[in-house]
């Protein structure tokens, strides 16, 4: 009996100090729909098309003593493991939207070699966030 052994990208988690304002902060600035905020403010999700962005707090025994404690963003000179991404059509205007709800300004948009439109904020954690476009094929 054969097992279908293919995965399907479920979630990324990211580590925050405060499930509901990162949930908040991450649908006025990039316009993303809450899915989920469950009553505990301990976990929250956001529509993203085929998968799913959830929140959860940065120190939670139920993780911290399993697979260890989250590494918290110390130092603006330095950035986490994880780069949050999202495409736009109009990345100038989606841009322009995070910095005004809250997003820190870290790079205008500005084409790149690659084929994409790409500007950088950090969330309200420090985590970075690319708004950007598709990339364009060659």
Request: aromatic letters at 10%.
């Amino acid at each position: 009996m054969a097992s279908n052994l293919n995965p399907a990208y479920a979630y990324t988690v990211v580590y925050v100090k405060d499930v509901a304002k990162s949930v908040e902060f991450y649908g006025k600035a990039f316009g993303a729909s809450v899915r989920r905020l469950d009553d505990s403010h301990r976990w929250g999700e956001l529509e993203s098309g085929q998968t799913t962005i959830a929140f959860t707090p940065v120190h939670q025994h139920e993780t911290d003593d399993l697979t260890g404690e989250v590494q918290e963003q110390r130092s603006k000179t330095r950035r986490n493991q994880l780069e949050i991404c999202f495409a736009y059509a109009d990345v100038d205007a989606a841009y322009k939207r995070a910095v005004e709800n809250g997003a820190e300004d870290v790079s205008k948009p500005e084409e790149k070699e690659w084929g994409q439109k790409v500007g950088y904020v950090r969330d309200l954690d420090g985590i970075v966030v690319r708004v950007g476009s598709h990339v364009k094929s060659r």
